[in-house]
């Protein structure tokens, strides 16, 4: 048996460095955006996020499940951003045809026209931050970087119960996403 040592503790500070560098222009990143969203149309970022995931699905509407899913919030949080929302006339929630227990969410005429400007004001920030910023190499660079960190977090998803129960219960006739009472997949 082999055992793996340690890098260096410098290494390691060299590692753990550069994920804090990470996360402190990603946070400053998101705020300076979500500032100029709110500047530039009166939306918050989470009402972004809601009215981009549903500008992209088939007939701007989703089951809730789905939505949370790709949203990766929680049902509460779903529940009141949606109902603040449909309050302003951006959304509109109707009982699901497949399944009465779940609820469909879908853009409304003013959700389509809000969303359209919103992703608009979203891609002049991003060339303008990011692209702009970083250059064609290294954003070629950045794009390697985030699909192989997808790719390991879908692997983790994958492993993860609490996962697998919520994609079940998201595609219900995808056997590979069910499990037993036990936890074991089917």
């Known amino acids: ?5 340690q890098p260096p503790a410098t290494a390691r500070l060299s590692e753990l460095d ?3 560098g990470y996360t402190a222009v990603h ?3 998101a705020a300076h955006m979500a500032r100029e969203l709110t ?3 009166g939306l918050s970022e989470a009402d972004h996020q809601v009215l981009d995931a549903l500008l992209d699905a088939p007939s701007a509407r989703m089951r809730a499940l789905e939505l949370r899913w790709t949203l990766q919030w929680e049902k509460s949080r779903l529940s009141h951003q949606v109902a603040r929302m449909r309050s302003r006339g951006l959304l ?7 399944d009465a227990r779940g609820w469909d969410i ?3 005429a003013a959700g389509r026209q809000a969303a359209a400007r919103a992703r608009e004001v979203r891609e002049e920030s991003v060339r303008r931050l990011v692209v702009g910023t970083l250059g064609a190499e290294r954003l070629a660079h950045f794009a390697e970087a985030a699909a192989l960190l997808a790719a ?3 692997q983790a998803a994958e492993q993860d ?5 919520a994609r079940a219960a998201l595609h219900p006739e995808h056997p590979e996403h069910s499990e037993q009472p036990n936890g074991k997949r089917r």
Do not use: H
């Open 1 to 5: 048996m082999t055992v793996q040592q």
């Open 18 to 20: 550069a994920w804090r």
């Open 27 to 29: 946070a400053q990143l």
């Open 39 to 41: 500047r530039a149309t």
């Open 92 to 98: 509109e929630r109707d009982a699901c045809t497949e």
């Open 106 to 108: 879908s853009l409304t």
């Open 152 to 154: 390991r977090l879908q």
């Open 161 to 165: 119960p609490d996962c697998r129960a």
